[in-house]
């Protein structure tokens, strides 16, 4: 069912001896405002979490699959929608690999958009090793052995010989790599084409209908862009928080030199910080204009929901001590174009320190105001997580 209703939302979360969000660039440390020292937590950490809840509850099953997961080559998403479709990318390489390469081959980790697969007599390419194949078989004995280096018709080529320069193979198979690209004959989708394939990855990828996606990239087919209906802030602590750094101590090491130069001892020292506590808040807004751009419905909205309440709960590790969600406020408005401004619905819920309670350590700690008097009209306050 398509959406017709506009969403506000204000989502609150708490961290206890962990760290929610730490910045790589700065050794790991909890994310932090300068000024003010009050924690952050960006809108991607907030969407990764999203992302793993739904690839657990549907099994990255489509139409729920997740296009940004981990270790995920996005291009292959981008090939698989045309190839679906029907819509060719060009002509692919296959050339037969010759008798004397074969054994180095097996120890040669090929670029991205190469690959060694079966020989098939229709569909090689290269003319010259076509012609010699009589020769070729007389020579191999196992003929299930014949096979050919593969280079996808929409294959990076640019990208494939700066990849075979720096690999620094022999001189014989840098140039039987290169002349393999020389038979790829690449074609550029067209317009319509494109907007077809990224119809066809809204439909199949949660996320990408959810929060939308840059999909023009130059190592795969062009599937376009998708500004998603659904969009997160970073998430901000009500009070400063401290970040504290612990000392600790693994009993083994990594390598034998290193348990020599110990003598036996065999221990070493890391750092890890952590939060002793926060209570975060983070907005979030939802497009029904949008929506209905990417096919994003009520079904896919409920699940969103759900996520933002149970996304900690299969999201833990000893990095993140104990995180939990503890509010989540939706405002619904009775149109697409909403009935009331974002901000003036969000200063309706304000979370803070109790009386008398100067250092947090625990959600009892706070109290939430929900100001529901004169709420705007067409604006309906749904308490999911209170």
């Keep these: 069912m398509a959406l017709n209703n506009r969403y506000d939302f204000v989502l609150l979360f708490d ?16 994310r932090m405002d300068a000024e003010t020292g009050k924690g952050l937590v960006t809108d991607v950490c907030i969407k990764r979490k999203v992302r793993n809840f739904v690839g657990l509850e549907k099994n990255c099953e489509q139409p729920f699959d997740i296009y940004v997961k981990e270790k995920a080559v996005l291009g292959r998403a981008h090939t698989a929608a045309f190839e679906e479709l029907g819509i060719s990318l060009g002509k692919e390489s296959r050339v037969l690999i010759p008798k004397e390469l074969h054994s180095e081959f097996e120890d040669i980790p090929l670029p991205e958009g190469m690959e060694i697969g079966e020989f098939d007599e229709d569909k090689t390419t290269h003319a010259l090793e076509a012609g010699k194949l009589k020769e070729y078989r007389a020579q191999n004995d196992d003929q299930e052995a014949l096979s050919v280096i593969i280079v996808a018709a929409d294959a990076d080529v640019k990208t494939i010989k700066t990849a075979i320069k720096e690999a ?8 039987f790599l290169n002349s393999c690209l020389k038979e790829v004959k690449p074609r550029k989708p067209k ?3 494109v907007s077809k394939g990224r119809d066809w990855m809204c439909q199949q990828f949660f996320d990408i209908r959810t929060f939308g996606a840059v999909m023009s990239l130059k190592s795969a087919p062009n599937c376009g862009q998708v500004r998603g209906p659904v969009q997160l802030t970073f998430a901000r602590s009500v009070d400063p928080i401290v970040a504290q750094e612990h000392s600790i101590t693994r009993m083994a090491v990594a390598t034998e030199a290193e348990a020599e130069k110990q003598g036996g001892d065999n221990r070493t020292m890391g750092r890890k910080f952590t939060v002793p506590y926060g209570l975060y808040v983070a907005h979030g807004f939802v497009s029904a204009h949008l929506a209905n751009q990417t096919g994003f419905n009520e079904d896919d909205l409920e699940l969103l929901w759900q996520s933002l309440v149970n996304m900690f709960e299969h999201d833990r590790s000893a990095a993140r001590g104990e995180m939990a969600t503890r509010g989540l406020y939706v405002f619904k408005h009775d149109s697409q174009l909403g009935n009331a401004p974002a901000h003036s619905l969000f200063e309706r819920i304000q979370p803070k320190l109790k009386d008398g309670i100067t250092i947090p350590r625990n959600f009892s700690d706070y109290t939430t105001t929900i100001d529901e008097t004169n709420m705007p009209s067409g604006v309906q306050l749904l308490r999911l997580v209170s």
Excluded: F, R
């Design 168 to 175: 620094k193979l022999s001189k014989e198979i840098t140039s």
């Design 191 to 193: 317009a319509e084409e």
């Design 15 to 30: 961290v206890k001896d962990g760290n929610p969000n730490g910045d790589p660039d700065a050794g790991n440390l909890p």
